[in-house]
Protein backbone atom coordinates (compact mmCIF):
# COMPACT_ATOMS: atom_id res chain seq x y z
CA UNK A 1 0.00 0.00 0.00
CA UNK A 2 2.48 2.35 0.72
CA UNK A 3 4.09 1.57 -2.99
CA UNK A 4 1.53 2.83 -4.15
CA UNK A 5 1.25 6.08 -2.47
CA UNK A 6 4.57 6.83 -3.18
CA UNK A 7 3.97 6.15 -6.87
CA UNK A 8 1.18 8.30 -7.20
CA UNK A 9 2.89 11.11 -5.38
CA UNK A 10 5.68 10.89 -7.47
CA UNK A 11 3.15 11.56 -10.33
CA UNK A 12 1.61 14.03 -9.11
CA UNK A 13 4.75 15.48 -7.93
CA UNK A 14 5.92 15.02 -11.75
CA UNK A 15 2.40 16.25 -13.03
CA UNK A 16 3.12 19.67 -10.62
CA UNK A 17 6.48 19.69 -12.22
CA UNK A 18 5.55 19.64 -16.20
CA UNK A 19 2.78 22.38 -14.94
CA UNK A 20 5.55 24.48 -13.68
CA UNK A 21 7.77 24.20 -16.74
CA UNK A 22 4.80 25.94 -18.67
CA UNK A 23 5.93 29.21 -19.37
CA UNK A 24 4.97 32.25 -20.93
CA UNK A 25 7.59 32.21 -23.65
CA UNK A 26 7.84 29.00 -25.98
CA UNK A 27 11.19 29.31 -25.92
CA UNK A 28 11.40 28.50 -22.52
CA UNK A 29 8.18 26.06 -22.96
CA UNK A 30 10.38 23.77 -25.37
CA UNK A 31 13.21 23.55 -23.34
CA UNK A 32 11.79 22.63 -19.71
CA UNK A 33 8.82 20.33 -20.68
CA UNK A 34 10.88 17.53 -23.07
CA UNK A 35 13.93 17.51 -20.22
CA UNK A 36 11.12 17.00 -17.38
CA UNK A 37 9.91 13.86 -19.76
CA UNK A 38 12.97 12.80 -20.69
CA UNK A 39 16.08 13.72 -18.23
CA UNK A 40 14.80 14.52 -14.86
CA UNK A 41 14.43 11.20 -13.39
CA UNK A 42 18.29 10.66 -14.29
CA UNK A 43 19.37 13.46 -11.91
CA UNK A 44 20.44 12.58 -8.56
CA UNK A 45 18.02 14.34 -6.23
CA UNK A 46 20.02 17.29 -5.19
CA UNK A 47 20.24 17.99 -8.92
CA UNK A 48 16.60 17.61 -8.59
CA UNK A 49 16.51 20.18 -6.15
CA UNK A 50 18.41 22.81 -7.99
CA UNK A 51 16.05 22.10 -11.23
CA UNK A 52 12.62 22.85 -9.40
CA UNK A 53 14.61 26.41 -7.83
CA UNK A 54 14.96 26.92 -11.47
CA UNK A 55 11.92 26.58 -12.36
CA UNK A 56 10.93 29.48 -9.19
CA UNK A 57 13.04 32.16 -11.35
CA UNK A 58 11.40 34.72 -13.52
CA UNK A 59 10.58 33.77 -16.95
CA UNK A 60 12.76 37.37 -18.14
CA UNK A 61 16.05 36.19 -16.56
CA UNK A 62 15.45 32.28 -17.79
CA UNK A 63 15.17 33.54 -21.18
CA UNK A 64 18.63 35.88 -20.47
CA UNK A 65 20.35 32.79 -19.04
CA UNK A 66 19.25 30.52 -21.38
CA UNK A 67 20.00 32.68 -24.45
CA UNK A 68 23.36 33.32 -23.66
CA UNK A 69 22.69 37.15 -23.10
CA UNK A 70 23.58 36.95 -19.53
CA UNK A 71 24.94 34.56 -17.08
CA UNK A 72 23.53 33.47 -14.17
CA UNK A 73 24.77 34.97 -10.58
CA UNK A 74 24.01 31.15 -8.97
CA UNK A 75 26.44 28.58 -9.61
CA UNK A 76 24.25 25.71 -8.88
CA UNK A 77 21.46 27.28 -11.05
CA UNK A 78 24.30 28.01 -14.15
CA UNK A 79 25.35 24.62 -13.92
CA UNK A 80 21.90 23.24 -13.85
CA UNK A 81 21.38 25.26 -17.12
CA UNK A 82 24.42 24.30 -18.60
CA UNK A 83 23.04 20.40 -18.13
CA UNK A 84 19.83 21.56 -20.10
CA UNK A 85 21.46 23.07 -22.53
CA UNK A 86 24.12 20.68 -23.36
CA UNK A 87 21.20 18.27 -23.76
CA UNK A 88 19.41 20.45 -26.48
CA UNK A 89 21.97 20.39 -28.65
CA UNK A 90 23.19 16.70 -28.65
Known amino acids: ?3 LQQSADLLTNK ?5 ACRRGMLELDVL ?4 VDEAYD ?3 EQQ ?3 FRRLL ?7 FAWFMGH ?8 QGMIEIILKRVKV
Not at 56 to 62: A, G, W
Open 1 to 3: MEK
Open 15 to 19: NRMRW
Open 32 to 35: FRPF
Open 42 to 44: DLN
Open 48 to 50: QGV
Open 56 to 62: TCDDPDL
Open 70 to 77: QQCPDAEL
